[in-house]
């Protein structure tokens, strides 16, 4: 079957218009749901033999337009604040355009969501249905949508252009009021901060890099842009209060000489004071609050502050806990087998030894070989073995000229072991059922009439293997060696579904009177 290239392999915009840009794509997350590029192909045929209008959950149209949305989300958190605060009503036409398309894409996103496929967490398909996914919409994020979406920029464009056009100082002071209070009423739109908040946790999930990567850089990104939001908006505050108040006397705007300044003056005195209250230290706010107004901004801000730093010392110890759990397990079996050791009162050299061979054995992260095995296919598996001691056992006479079948069924049984420098791997005259293969490393092998170095690739201890007999020589690792090994039984168990090839071991070691082999 043709293999998906797009956001379907039969449906282009060529072929299929526009409708191609709500199909799903090819993601590590719709691979992860789906399992395969023909299941979400098939998902594709799904969707267009629905025949509705639904934009997928991985569609190439929802990829643009979350990020097109977050990127309006966080323009409309910082520069709302700044137009309450410092502009006075005199944004400009630009700003005022701004909020007005803001406030049409909002509502126009409300619209859209009662078309936007929804993927759970726990689901193998995508929800398609329009009536499911307008229950769903209504039960959740319908109200906080609505909230936000209010259209206060088309309030203020007309209550604008009606103040421009009068002449009336009577009707100008009341319009000055209500456009006050509408606003101030603007402030809801700041609800839009849980759509910030939703559409991170989207972009995770259509994203087309590593998912732990992708999650681990976007928590990242989120946890700052909450904390500058924070300070931004705590900073638009410490000027805003004062301006309600019509700058009494003793404010702090006055006393810093701020009524004439720039706006980006006072939002750097503004943000200023607010970092010095939160992170409780006196700059900025040394006198101290000259009424209850701002006896209350200063609290909030401390508390926010310690809020702040909760959050951040929370997140910063989850992300580095999480982070390497290889490298945290091992320590932890470390300390195990320290206290262990103490307790067992075992020599200082012995202490040492033991914790050396967990150093060679895992080089400081823990892993067990089988479980990992066991989570990988049968072929993947094979192919692991093949690269790891296909070539260690063709090196050897007994297994070179077998079949590959036969050598595949081998690897499956093989151990691997590590030995520390020093350690005696096997020893003259001593019963053996296993062979050994050098993968890393040095031994030396000794007999009563020979001395031997063995390195990567070689073998030893074959005899033993076939016939379960006494070694013919000690053998010791001359460095830290990584060996793999070859029990008798595992051996005999492949033997029994290949006679032929068990037959002629048998005649092999028959005829093995030589005694050359340790």
């Not at 060679?360 to 692991?384: C, H, N, P």
Request: proline share 3%; charged share 20%.
């Amino acid at each position: 079957m043709e293999k998906l290239k797009g956001p379907a392999a039969r449906c282009t915009t060529a072929t299929c218009g526009w409708r191609a840009l709500l199909l799903p794509q090819l993601n590590r997350q719709s691979l992860y749901v789906y399992g395969s590029e023909m299941a979400v192909e098939q998902e594709c045929r799904r969707q267009l033999q629905s025949g509705v209008f639904v934009i997928h959950p991985f569609s190439l149209m929802r990829s643009y337009y979350i990020m097109c949305m977050m990127a309006i989300t966080f323009l409309n958190l910082i520069g709302i604040p700044m137009e309450i605060a410092f502009l006075d009503g005199k944004s400009g036409l630009a700003w005022e355009g701004f909020n007005v398309f803001s406030d049409t894409l909002f509502l126009i996103d409300v619209a859209l969501n009662f078309r936007m496929g929804i993927i759970t967490e726990d689901s193998e398909e995508a929800i398609l249905d329009i009536k499911r996914i307008r229950v769903s919409y209504l039960r959740t994020w319908f109200i906080p949508d609505v909230i936000a979406a209010f259209p206060i920029g088309y309030i203020l464009l007309f209550a604008d252009l009606h103040y421009s056009n009068d002449d009336n100082p009577s009707k100008t002071n009341k319009m000055m009021r209500i456009l006050m209070f509408v606003r101030i009423l603007s402030l809801i739109r700041l609800a839009r901060v849980s759509r910030l908040v939703r559409f991170f946790n989207e972009v995770e999930k259509v994203s087309n890099a590593n998912l732990e990567v992708v999650r681990l850089f976007f928590r990242i990104l989120s946890l700052f842009m909450m904390i500058f939001l924070l300070c931004h908006w705590n900073g638009c505050i410490q000027y805003f209060v004062p301006m309600l108040e019509e700058f009494p006397t003793d404010c702090w705007v006055r006393k810093e000489n701020l009524m004439n300044a720039t706006v980006s003056v006072k939002y750097s005195w503004g943000v200023f004071r607010a970092l010095s209250q939160m992170i409780a230290l006196s700059y900025g706010s040394m006198d101290a609050p000259t009424n209850y107004v701002e006896m209350w901004i200063v609290m909030v801000s401390m508390v926010s502050g310690c809020l702040m730093y909760t959050v951040l010392v929370a997140n910063a110890t989850t992300m580095i806990a999480n982070t390497d759990p290889a490298a945290k397990e091992y320590k932890s079996k470390m300390s195990r087998l320290e206290h262990y050791m103490t307790f067992m009162k075992l020599p200082p050299e012995l202490q040492l030894r033991i914790t050396n061979y967990y150093q060679a054995r895992y080089g400081g992260k823990w892993f067990q070989e089988k479980d990992v095995m066991e989570t990988v296919s049968s072929a993947l598996k094979e192919q692991i073995l093949m690269v790891m001691c296909s070539r260690l056992l063709r090196k050897v006479p007994i297994f070179q000229t077998r079949d590959e079948n036969f050598i595949n069924a081998v690897l499956f049984k093989l151990e691997y072991e590590v030995f520390l420098e020093g350690d005696a791997i096997v020893r003259q005259n001593v019963p053996g059922d296993r062979m050994f293969f050098i993968d890393h490393g040095q031994v030396l092998m000794e007999a009563d009439s020979y001395e031997r170095e063995l390195c990567d690739g070689d073998f030893f201890g074959e005899t033993c293997v076939l016939t379960k007999g006494k070694h013919l020589a000690t053998v010791k690792a001359l460095t830290d060696s990584q060996c793999f090994s070859l029990s008798w039984d595992d051996l005999h168990e492949v033997l029994e579904g290949f006679p032929d090839v068990k037959k002629d071991l048998e005649t092999m070691v028959e005829l093995d009177t030589e005694g050359r082999l340790a």
